[in-house]
């Protein structure tokens, strides 16, 4: 028997076993190189737009999304586009800067200032691979992250009266974690122009959040106060379940229309907890954040969710719109999260979310003009976050673009960079116990890099019984 281990061969196997070592190194990073927003305090955190580094860089578009070298962890049915004696791995790397800001009022209501915060993370965003079962059957299997808390706060008491009874008092608030997605997706063409396809999708993840009540300056005679410290940690491991399918309204050697639907089964997550509040010889506090209720309301959940999209591509352009309704707020009705007793409530709320984009490509077949081979790629995402904060609708922005750079190894392969612009806003305000207190507006600046690794053979050796010479 003739063994024959080419270069595609051993990439196949490369492939096979970073998927097989990535929830590790997942495992290894906290969700402070994640996210960096305060508004992940709640629920399962700052949700990540899913898809590799070319779908978000036109918008996050993916439901309609039919290309024979890239893989769409967006709809399940995409899968049946593998040919045989392939396949295709993916994945691509983050870096984010974030800046924060919160308008300042004074007791009357009066602005007083901003305060500003910034940070920068690093992580890996996504990996995937996808392969063929049959003709017109094919799989993927994707890790991603889904959702990361990342905040770090701190208030300080501005009562006058407990100032002047007790001393300075701080409230701290800190949290991070993440929950990944692992899924399985298999995808079908029983007919030349439908595909359908059904994904798996598994949970994983912890994510921890702490509480203080710190007693910085005691003054001297007022008493024995101590410090009140509280955790909930959160283990997540649950199964969902996705369907898709992918129609081709459309199609020939020079042009195709795909219309694509997907449905994603939500509910609980289940999350195994773990609490605990300690107060260190308390004979009288001051605690205005009640930390057992908290304990007690705080649950994990994912919302039933359905998505259209459109997606058209010839020779030169592809381009798309998707549309994604995801039920926050029905999947928690009657549900919220408590945050202190001079607050109102935290609401989920349903979220509709539009992505659009577009890619050029001048002449995919120029052998002479390098610039001509290149993928130009824009796009734009508008939505709201999942939650309210004392009714008040938080709106979501993002502006994207990218490049994509073909290489000739391994055929269609390509290196993919993308940029985003996004943005987290209310033009509200807050009332707390008669406290004017504005919401924070995020900014964040995100560049993408991205690895596709596309093989249209591998020397028969995976794909075709070995034979005797």
């Known amino acids: 028997m003739q063994f024959r281990f080419n270069t595609t061969y051993r990439v196949f196997w490369v492939a096979v076993v970073a998927l097989l070592l990535l929830p590790l190194s997942v495992s290894a990073q906290t969700s402070s190189v994640n996210a ?12 990540l737009t899913p898809g590799n580094v070319q779908m978000r860089s036109m918008g996050g578009i993916g439901i309609g999304l039919r290309a024979l070298g890239q893989i769409n962890t967006q709809n399940p049915a995409s899968a049946s586009v593998m040919p045989r004696k392939s396949f295709l791995l993916d994945f691509g790397f983050d870096g984010t800067h974030y800046r924060n800001s919160q308008p300042k009022y004074n007791s009357t209501g009066a602005y007083l200032n901003t305060a500003k915060t910034a940070y920068n993370t690093v992580n890996i965003h996504n990996i995937a691979l996808s392969f063929p079962l049959a003709k017109g059957l094919g799989t993927i299997i994707s890790v991603a992250p889904y959702s990361s808390v990342g905040y770090k706060l701190k208030n300080t008491d501005e009562q006058e009266d407990n100032w002047a009874d007790i001393g ?117 506090t001051i605690n205005p954040y009640p ?29 798309g719109v998707d549309y994604v309704y995801a039920a926050w707020g029905s999947s928690n009705e009657g549900y919220s999260e408590d945050i202190s007793n001079r607050m109102d409530v935290v609401a989920y709320t349903n979220t509709h979310t539009i992505k659009a984009g577009i890619e050029l490509t ?35 922005l993002a502006i994207t673009a990218g490049i994509g750079l073909p ?41 993408a890099v991205g690895i596709n690794i596309f093989s249209a053979d591998i020397s028969d050796y995976w794909f075709v019984r070995q034979k005797y010479d």
């Open 36 to 47: 960096y927003s305060p508004y992940s305090m709640y629920g399962p955190g700052e949700l």
């Open 168 to 284: 300075r008092v701080q409230y701290l608030h800190e949290g991070e974690g993440d929950i990944t997605e692992v899924k399985l997706a298999i995808g079908w063409a029983p007919w030349k122009r439908l595909s359908i396809g059904v994904a798996a999708k598994y949970y994983w993840g912890n994510i921890s959040r702490s509480y203080t009540t710190a007693f910085t300056n005691v003054i001297t005679g007022s008493g024995s106060y101590a410090s009140t410290v509280g955790r909930d940690r959160y283990v997540v491991n649950n199964f969902k379940m996705q369907v898709g399918l992918q129609w081709n309204i459309f199609q020939n050697d020079n042009r195709m229309l795909t219309l694509g639907a997907t449905y994603d089964l939500g509910g609980k997550l289940n999350p195994k907890r773990d609490s605990y509040v300690y107060n260190d010889n308390v004979v009288n």
């Open 291 to 319: 930390i057992r209720d908290r304990i007690e309301a705080v649950e994990l959940r994912v919302p039933h969710q359905v998505g259209v999209g459109l997606y058209y591509v010839d020779r030169s352009i592809a381009c």
């Open 362 to 396: 001048p002449r995919r077949t120029d052998v002479r003009n390098y610039l001509n081979r290149m993928s130009y790629r824009l796009g734009a995402r508008v939505g709201n976050y999942y939650q309210t904060f004392a009714g008040e609708r938080v709106n979501q």
């Open 407 to 447: 290489v000739k190894i391994w055929g269609a392969s390509s290196i993919n960079i993308g940029f985003e612009y996004g943005r987290s806003s209310s033009p509200g305000t807050l009332d707390m116990a008669g406290q004017k207190v504005g919401l924070v507006t995020q900014n964040y600046y995100k560049v």
